[in-house]
């Protein structure tokens, strides 16, 4: 029965153990260690469903060999910037990245080839269901259970810097407003028509 009982708690502690390492990854505790870069410029204004963004990202040159060697998988995600955060809960930057609100958009996610030095890059259209705000990049490196062990970013540390704005879109666009304009001077059109000839008839029958 003790021997039972140690390996209960034992079979508990590795638990608990496993869920602080693959659930609970502080975002304090991993190293900056990917360089990212977005082709969009500082304060440029963007339109979800219409414009583009490259996203580029490499491993830091100036790191130790061997300091990629758990990277299985970069995760490129899209980014609330602090301004864009305040009085809204639902993006809330937390620490632990099980609960951090932060980044919210997947831009891409590819596996990591530790064998390739060069820049990767992946041109994203941004998607339609963005939400108007201010912006900016993040990758993470994840190793073979998809847990953060590294991360970059294109700003600074206290996200002030590279920053740019996308604009949601309305529901209307430009085209359709024409339509609607012109639709609607085509009923009047034809209403005025309608009654003019049925004077005319009612005139030609008298």
């Not at 990917?34 to 100036?62: C, E, H, P």
């Not at 740019?164 to 005025?192: K, T, Y």
């Amino acid at each position: 029965m003790a021997a039972s009982g140690i390996l209960v708690v034992a079979s508990l502690l590795l638990c608990c153990l496993a869920g602080t390492c693959y659930g609970n990854v502080l975002f304090s505790s991993l190293k900056r260690t990917i360089d990212v870069t977005v082709s969009s410029k500082q304060g440029q204004v963007l339109v979800a469903g219409f414009d583009k963004i490259t996203v580029t990202w490499a491993l830091n040159k100036t790191l130790p060999a061997g300091t990629d060697s758990a990277y299985k998988t970069i995760k490129a995600k899209l980014c609330y910037a602090p301004i864009s955060q305040q009085d809204r809960a639902w993006r809330k930057t937390v620490d632990n990245l099980s609960r951090d609100k932060t980044c919210q958009h997947m831009v891409v996610a590819r596996p990591y080839d530790a064998s390739n030095k060069t820049l990767h890059s992946f041109e994203w259209l941004i998607e339609r269901d963005v939400p108007t705000a201010t912006y900016f990049v993040r990758a993470y490196a994840l190793d073979s259970n998809a847990v953060e062990v590294g991360y970059g970013q294109t700003t600074d540390a206290k996200k002030t810097t590279n920053l740019f704005e996308i604009q949601a879109i309305s529901g209307r666009h430009a085209s359709l407003d024409i339509c609607s304009i012109c639709f609607s001077a085509f009923s009047v059109l034809s209403l005025f028509m309608f009654f003019f000839i049925e004077k005319r008839k009612s005139k030609a029958s008298k």
